[in-house]
Each structure stands twice: as C-alpha cells, then as structure tokens.
Nanobody, 120 residues
Framework: QVRLVESGGGSVQAGGSMRLTCTAS?????MGWFRQAPGKEREAVAT????????YYADSVKGRFTISQDNAKNTKYLQMNSLKPEDSAMYYC????????????????WGQGTQVTVLS
C-alpha cells in the first residue's frame, strides 16, 4: 500500500480556479482524482499514468481540468479552471499500486479526501 496525502480544496466562486495536490509515499502505476457528491456514486475525474503521458478525463471536465505530475516529487496535480457548482464534491486522490493495468476498478489506495465547494 501507499500513503496518499492531499492538499488544496476549499470554496471558490463559480468560474474560479483551484489546484489540488496529491503526494504518494511510494510507487504507483497510475494516480488520479475521483469525486463523490452527496447521494451520488464516486466517479473518476482525471487520471494519469505515473511517469507517462496517458491521461483520462471525464467528459464533464474536459477542457477545464488538467492533471499533471512531478515525477521527482511523486506528486500529481489537478488544475481546475472554470469551476461550476456541479463540480462541488469530495475529491479523493487514488492510486493503482499492485494491479497490472490502470483500469479505474484497480484503484485500491485512497487519500483522505478534500472538499471542493463551488459557489454560484
């Protein structure tokens, strides 16, 4: 298992920007951000292959969110621009550590979560 430490989050006005950071304590095959709003299932927002270039974005965030990484720091970033009230949720950093693929169902390590609230 790997420990994931998140930072960022908070409240912002609609149209604003926010950056989330997640640092892993060890090896990850891939990492990403998932979110869960009250009464809804957790959904993948953006994921990236660790040390690679392959990324995934949910349709709802394409063109607004960007996931990036600093391999030397074992850290991933989620830059969120043009935020909308519907982006409000608990955001979780997740990682795949032992599985051989980056399928979303293989994410098995999670951070504590950080709340993002977008005010209308």
């Amino acid at each position: 298992q790997v420990r994931l430490v998140e930072s960022g989050g908070g409240s912002v006005q609609a149209g604003g920007s926010m950056r989330l950071t997640c640092t892993a304590s060890g090896y990850t095959r891939c990492m990403g951000w998932f979110r869960q709003a009250p009464g809804k299932e957790r959904e993948a927002v953006a994921t990236i292959v660790s040390g690679g270039v392959s990324t995934y974005y949910a349709d709802s965030v394409k063109g607004r969110f960007t996931i990036s990484q600093d391999n030397a720091k074992n850290t991933k970033y989620l830059q969120m621009n043009s935020l909308k009230p519907e982006d409000s949720a608990m955001y979780y950093c997740g990682a795949v550590t032992s599985a051989s693929t980056c399928s979303h169902r293989n994410y098995n390590d999670w951070g504590q979560g950080t709340q993002v609230t977008v005010l209308s």
